[in-house]
């Protein structure tokens, strides 16, 4: 299984065409998008670009996002968290703005996998076992950090350049 994770998209149509190429070149089964998909403004373009990816895309509800709005896309609405397994692993998906770094699921053991976005600054690491990511935003990053994405497998989770596609960043997954 591969994912291509992203987030805070905040409904600029560059950001969408990005998840679209990005999306062609990484050959992904599924797309999770980690909220925060709106500005108002562009529904039916973005629902143009969402069309173009042959990958099923879901999407949890971040704090700018609403279950009203997020019915307009043309993605599977999973509420404010999604799980998938991987085999034995845990994978849980969500925006950031309830459970973080700092406040992750206590129903995640090790070896489980805590993706997340809001912050809008990619990264990666280890916290007592778990494997988290952030994927940063493809829209606005934040603090001089690049647009970014992550993609997950069944051995490792790389942080990628949203523009170019290179590797930021490796986790490999215990």
Not at 64 to 93: A, P, Q
Not at 103 to 120: E, N, Q, S, T
Request: proline fraction near 2%; hydrophobic fraction near 40%.
């Amino acid at each position: 299984m591969k994912y291509l994770v992203a987030a805070d998209l905040h409904g600029e149509i560059f950001a969408y065409q990005l998840l679209l190429e990005r999306a062609e070149e990484e050959n992904v089964d599924k797309i999770v998008l980690l909220g925060d998909l709106d500005n108002g403004r562009n529904t039916a373009a973005i629902n143009t670009i969402l069309d173009q990816i042959k990958a099923p895309i879901f999407a949890v509800e971040g704090n700018c996002d609403s279950e009203e709005r997020l019915k307009m896309f043309h993605v599977e609405n999973k509420g404010t968290k999604m799980i998938d397994y991987v085999e034995k692993r845990c994978i849980f998906f969500t925006h950031g703005h309830i459970y973080g770094i700092h406040r992750m699921p206590a129903a995640l053991r090790k070896g489980d996998i805590f993706l997340y976005g809001h912050w809008h600054e990619g990264v990666l690491g280890d916290k007592e076992g778990i494997i988290f990511g952030n994927t940063g935003s493809l829209a606005r990053p934040r603090n001089g950090s690049k647009a970014s994405y992550i993609i997950l497998s069944e051995t490792e989770m790389t942080l990628k350049d949203g523009q170019s596609g290179e590797i930021i960043k490796k986790q490999p997954l215990c």
